[in-house]
């Protein structure tokens, strides 16, 4: 098997994403790098409009409430998956970006250079949760570096 040096990993810590996390493992180089992509999808700024809240200071109060849970929760997945490669002895960089994950991915992309890239593969239309639009038809034919894409678990990972 074809071991990679460095790798980006797009993770966000649902089902398929894990796989993708757990295809990585098996695929790093000893002595690799997984550089674990994170992004935190630009609709939640609409979250914060003026159609339910009465005024500014209480827009600005959930606004602020609704950033630090955000924050939260990407610490939690970056912290669980830097314990999750370290205990395979590799080395373990965490990007986070908040907009369109296609565009976060291409940025990555154009700063450094990749080995490979893992991705898990779209939620299966059965599966409750939001359905990812992240390989496009227009991000396939901009990448230029090989990409593995983790078939979706049969059963969520424990």
């Given at each position: ?11 966000h ?28 999808p ?9 159609d ?101 678990p ?5």
């Open positions: 098997m074809t071991l990679f040096k460095h790798i980006l990993l797009a993770s810590g649902t089902s398929g994403a894990v796989a993708a996390e757990n295809m990585a493992l098996q695929v790093c180089a000893s002595e690799g790098t997984i550089d674990h992509l994170i992004v935190v630009e609709f939640w700024q609409g979250m914060t409009g003026d339910w809240l009465n005024n500014g200071v209480t827009r600005d109060q959930f606004s602020n409430y609704l950033q630090t849970e955000l924050g939260k929760e990407v610490d939690q997945q970056c912290d669980r998956l830097h314990r999750k490669v370290s205990a395979h002895a590799f080395n373990y960089h965490s990007l986070i970006f908040f907009g369109r994950p296609g565009q976060a991915l291409l940025q990555c992309l154009k700063k450094q250079t990749y080995d490979l890239i893992v991705l898990g593969s779209p939620r299966p239309r059965r599966m409750p949760g939001l359905r990812s639009t992240l390989l496009t038809k227009q991000l396939i034919t901009a990448i230029q570096t090989a990409v593995l894409i983790a078939p979706y049969k059963q969520p990972p424990a």
